[in-house]
T-cell receptor
Framework: DTEVTQTPKHLVMGMTNKKSLKCEQH?????MYWYKQKAKKPPELMFV???????INESVPSRFSPECPNSSLLNLHLHALQPEDSALYLC?????????????FGNGTRLTVT | AQSVTQLGSHVSVSEGALVLLRCNYS??????LFWYVQYPNQGLQLLLK??????LVKGINGFEAEFKKSETSFHLTKPSAHMSDAAEYFC?????????????FGQGTELSVKP
């Protein structure tokens, strides 16, 4: 069982919908991440939160809006997505944001935009 | 700048045979290196990591990797493949001065195991 929990597992949404992806960890990790993964490709970093503050935004379109309500929770708010945004969205956490801390991944949310 | 190259997008071995997945890195600073495995419809799971201690690193599920600075390599091996090892494997690098947890992934190697 993964220690990073993501909900929902699957999500289908239209281009005009607003939805949110949720991520939770209880390992006391202070860094949390959102990644996007297309089929047969490596994960692509979207956002990094360190101590509940946004530290990295990899030039992600504004239709993706991250939120970190507290040190255990990470949300990704979705609005007006495009079909090309269909992908597996992975949440991860690490003890710190230094390079030697390995990432712990959730099982992801499979998003389909119709 | 840092980068990772995984040689071979697909590797096929017979059950019981040696598994060798190749990873070469480029880094201008001392690197931290990781191998992750991804099973279908799951997230990534850490197999092992190199963080400048022993150069031969043992991980979970019988995997190990050796850091060779002279060859800038961090190849993943397992003496005897099992059917359950079939998955996608990613090599990744970050640096000692890593800015905010940025992990650079290779393109991945899909491992198939034949009975």
């Amino acid at each position: 069982d993964t220690e990073v929990t993501q909900t929902p597992k699957h999500l289908v949404m239209g281009m005009t919908n607003k939805k949110s992806l949720k991520c939770e960890q209880h390992m006391g990790h202070r860094a949390m991440y959102w990644y996007k993964q297309k089929a047969k490709k490596p994960p692509e970093l979207m956002f990094v939160y360190s101590y509940e503050k946004l530290s990295i935004n990899e030039s992600v379109p504004s239709r993706f809006s991250p939120e970190c309500p507290n040190s255990s929770l990470l949300n990704l708010h979705l609005h007006a997505l495009q079909p090309e945004d269909s992908a597996l969205y992975l949440c991860a956490s690490s003890q710190g944001s230094r390079g030697q801390s390995p990432l712990h991944f959730g099982n992801g949310t499979r998003l389909t935009v119709t | 700048a840092q980068s990772v190259t995984q040689l071979g997008s697909h590797v096929s071995v017979s059950e019981g045979a040696l598994v060798l997945l190749r990873c070469n890195y480029s880094s201008s600073v001392p690197p931290y290196l990781f191998w992750y495995v991804q099973y279908p419809n799951q997230g990534l799971q850490l197999l092992l990591k190199y963080t400048s201690a022993a150069t031969l690193v043992k991980g979970i599920n019988g995997f190990e990797a050796e850091f060779k600075k002279s060859e800038t390599s961090f190849h993943l091996t397992k003496p005897s493949a099992h059917m359950s090892d079939a998955a996608e494997y990613f090599c990744a690098v970050s640096g000692i001065y890593n800015q905010g947890g940025k992990l650079i992934f290779g393109q991945g190697t899909e491992l198939s195991v034949k009975p």
